[in-house]
């Protein structure tokens, strides 16, 4: 059984930092895009960053830029998201997504991990 598990998130202030994991399982995700999408409350799921299989190529929603850095494990078969400078409206489900290409989500999602950010 092909699974992606999220772990990570939870409560912070404004200004504070978390760092998201997703562990693969059932199958090897090294050759694919991995990434991170997030829904806010009464808002539509929403890309944030992925990093190509290579690892070489990484993109980021604007809003984030230079707060949000994205990773990967090979050995691991895991993928990363250290958010820093957090604030209120990054708050939201993030989701882990693997199989997709540059902004768009592919077939495999994990259950996804609450952030959320107090003013």
């Known amino acids: 059984q092909v699974q992606l598990v999220e772990s990570g998130g939870g409560l912070v202030q404004a200004g504070g930092s978390l760092r998201l994991s997703c562990a693969g399982s059932g199958r090897t995700f090294n050759g694919s895009t991995m990434g991170w999408f997030r829904q806010a409350p009464g808002k539509e799921r929403e890309f944030v960053a992925t990093i190509s299989g290579s690892g070489w190529t990484t993109l980021y929603q604007d809003s984030v830029k230079g707060r949000f850095s994205i990773s990967r494990a090979y050995a691991k078969n895991t993928v990363s998201l250290q958010m820093n400078s957090l604030k209120p409206e990054d708050t939201g489900v993030y989701y882990c997504?693997?199989?997709?290409?540059?902004?768009?989500?592919?077939?495999?999602w994990g259950q996804g991990t609450q952030v959320t950010v107090s003013s």
């Open positions: 997504n693997a199989g997709g290409l540059a902004r768009l989500p592919g077939a495999y």
